[in-house]
């Protein structure tokens, strides 16, 4: 009699396959309890073939190597279930990572636009701050400017007049300097005799003519 075929096709757990958004340590628990769960059921398997193989051959050798492979089965099972919960985990953690990177990433930008913008006002402040200083030096400057302006106008001005006066007739100069000398040396004559006679009642008023210049 044939003991029953090696070739048992391996099925994928299907709590391999749930979600990786669970936590890693509740998904390695419920891993060993599969692996677990599974040895039990293999053993209680091969403990009925083996008892099936006893019974129907006593042949120990057949027995043992039957375990052999049983156990080999059971430890290549072991190991994938290890590999594929270890490949969960692993994607669980690279997509947290990611999220996390992402989550990162877009306060980073936002912080850094937040500076961007901050950054902005504060040049935009300065930049206001020198328009009002600026303004301030060019209206001194305008102001310094005009005052320079209406000074030369005012030199332009006198510098005609003296031309308009040297420009007047030299005989009549003359003459107006010799009116005004003769009527310096009337009232220095007058006032030398007030000098010398010291009277204090004058019978006449001294008369000063008004001499035009």
């Known amino acids: 009699m044939s003991l029953p075929s090696w070739n048992i096709t391996r099925h994928r757990s299907h709590s391999c396959r749930e979600k990786t958004t669970r936590a890693p340590s509740e998904l390695h628990r419920q891993a060993i309890e599969r692996i677990q769960r599974r040895f039990e059921q293999e053993l209680s398997k091969s ?4 008892q099936w193989a006893i019974n129907q051959r006593n042949d120990s050798s057949l027995a043992q190597e039957y375990i052999g492979n049983l156990r080999l089965k059971l430890k290549n099972d072991y190991n994938q279930l290890v590999e594929e919960k ?3 985990i692993e994607k669980y953690m690279n997509q947290r990572y990611n999220k996390e990177r992402r989550l990162y990433q877009r306060k980073l930008q936002k912080t850094q ?4 913008k901050f950054r902005m006002q504060e040049i935009n402040q300065v930049v206001r701050e020198q328009d009002v200083i600026c303004e301030e030096k060019l209206a001194a400057q305008r102001s310094f400017y005009n005052r320079l302006l209406d000074e030369q106008a005012g030199r332009l001005r006198a510098e005609r007049s003296l031309q308009s006066f040297e420009s007047l007739n030299i005989e009549q100069l003359k003459d107006r300097l010799t009116r005004v000398e003769h009527s310096n040396c009337e009232l220095k004559k007058v006032i030398q005799n007030l000098i010398i006679n010291r009277k204090p009642i004058y019978k006449s008023a001294v008369y000063i003519p008004n001499f035009t210049v």
């Open 47 to 50: 403990e009925r073939d083996l």
């Open 86 to 88: 270890v490949d969960e």
């Open 113 to 116: 636009i937040e500076n961007e």
